[in-house]
């Protein structure tokens, strides 16, 4: 079954720092681009980076743009997100997931308040 | 930057077919496949059909999709009041690099 379980969500200031994990299991996680997808309070989806296998390809959402990181772990099966200059418009529900076959995780929150 | 065209709701009774439609241009829909994802108020979305018409194992075949040129479409048919909850279309854009989400709609089975 595949499983992906995001961590690392909290309360954090606006300017401040914050890296989500995602942990990878029930797929050969290094055969898959993988993504990052983000939903704010009340609306809708908003993608905001994937990676290729072997992380030689990143793209990301223009408002995210030198400020995110993607990265992953083939090793250890995991995907992560470094945030960074955080702003109250990226308060959200972040999900890992795999877009083009069956498998998103649950969730974790980031809140960018003061 | 990354919204494809939906309408924000529809709604049907049950045992009815709706149908809901995904517009976007020739980078995203017109060149790569369609994604729907449904979601169920505070959980996570779930892939409903992928690569324009495909079912996952354990998707009932009430639902299916269609592409044509730069839209896509859902059909939903036999109407359940399970079937109420939010669908998205996604694409892939080749020329932003970026994958695009339609704003949702929002399914009400009356």
């Known amino acids: 079954e595949v499983q992906l379980v995001e961590s690392g969500g909290d309360l954090v200031q606006p300017g401040g720092s914050l890296r989500l994990s995602c942990a990878a299991s029930?797929?050969?996680?290094?055969?898959?681009?993988m993504s990052w997808v983000r939903q704010a309070p009340g609306r809708g989806l908003e993608w905001v980076a994937n990676?290729?296998?072997?992380?030689?390809?990143?793209y990301y959402v223009d408002s995210v743009k030198g400020r995110f990181t993607i990265s992953r772990d083939n090793a250890k099966k995991s995907l992560y997100l470094q945030m960074k200059s955080l702003r109250a418009e990226d308060t959200a529900v972040y999900y890992c997931?795999?877009?083009?076959?069956?498998?998103w995780g649950q969730g974790t929150m980031v809140t960018v308040s003061s | 930057q990354s919204v494809l065209t939906q309408p924000p709701s529809a709604s049907g009774t049950p045992g009815q077919s709706v149908t809901i439609s995904c517009s976007g241009s020739?980078?995203?829909?017109?060149?790569?496949?369609v994604y729907w994802y449904q979601q169920f108020p505070g959980t996570a979305p779930k892939l409903l059909i992928y690569?324009?018409?495909q079912r996952p194992s354990g998707v009932p075949d009430r639902f299916s999709g269609s592409k044509s040129g730069t839209s896509a479409s859902l059909a939903i048919s036999g109407l359940q009041f399970d079937d109420e909850a939010d669908y998205y279309c996604?694409?892939?854009?080749?020329?932003?690099?970026?994958?695009?989400f339609g704003g949702g709609t929002k399914l009400t089975v009356l």
């Open positions: 997931a795999r877009m083009r076959d069956p498998g």
């Open positions: 029930g797929f050969m996680f290094s055969s898959y681009w």
């Open positions: 990676i290729k296998q072997d992380g030689s390809e990143k």
């Open positions: 020739r980078s995203n829909v017109g060149s790569d496949s």
């Open positions: 690569r324009n018409d």
């Open positions: 996604a694409a892939w854009d080749g020329s932003l690099r970026v994958w695009m």
